[in-house]
């Protein structure tokens, strides 16, 4: 089995990609132990020392290590292992009974901005969300409230220096250019 890494915009994230699907409808991220229980993959992985959080794509992992000095000239030969004993072994990625993430019901939006929030999904999806997943991350809706799209970062994304500029620069302009009472863009 052959195992490539991509570098992410985040320093403290490398992309993996297996050469097979990982999640082939949801997505996963783990940022503690107790979180990664649900997924044997994510399990293994937490135990390589140094790492901190794992976010699983359609066909990518994403690592990301610990801020405690942690190298990943030792950190990524170790999680390579993980992965590729984990798929070599035949076992789910996701416990029994586990899924992937599902988009939660916890959205916030006014039912009259429900044909804005739409466009934003829309958009989200068809030119955000590839674009993101290209560099081992994700980002999904969480709100609309006078004129502020609330975002949640995920994967590589989530506390990458550049998540910023991403928002601001490219996200909240390809929003206001298709809607423009979009005043701002935020992170959650």
Known sequence: MFIQTEATPNPATLKFLPGRVVLPESTFEARDPEAAARSPLAAA?????????????????????AE???????VKPAVLGAIMEHF???????AEGSHGEIEPSDE?????????????KD??????????????GDITFRGYKEG?????????????????????????????????????VQAI
């Open 68 to 74: 405690d000095g942690s190298e990943w000239a030792q």
């Open 45 to 65: 992985l937490f135990t390589v020392p140094g790492v901190a959080g794992v976010y699983f794509g359609h066909d990518f992992i994403s690592v990301t290590k």
């Open 148 to 184: 502020v799209v609330y975002l949640e970062m995920k994967g590589a994304c989530s506390g990458c220096p550049s998540s910023t500029a991403t928002l601001r620069h490219g996200v909240q302009n390809l929003f206001r250019h298709f809607l423009p009472e979009i005043r701002e």
């Open 108 to 120: 916030f939006y006014d039912e009259a901005d429900h044909d804005t929030v739409v466009t934003i």
């Open 123 to 136: 958009l989200l999806e068809t030119r955000v969300r590839p674009a993101v997943a290209g560099d081992g």
């Open 88 to 94: 070599q072994s035949g076992v789910p990625v996701m």
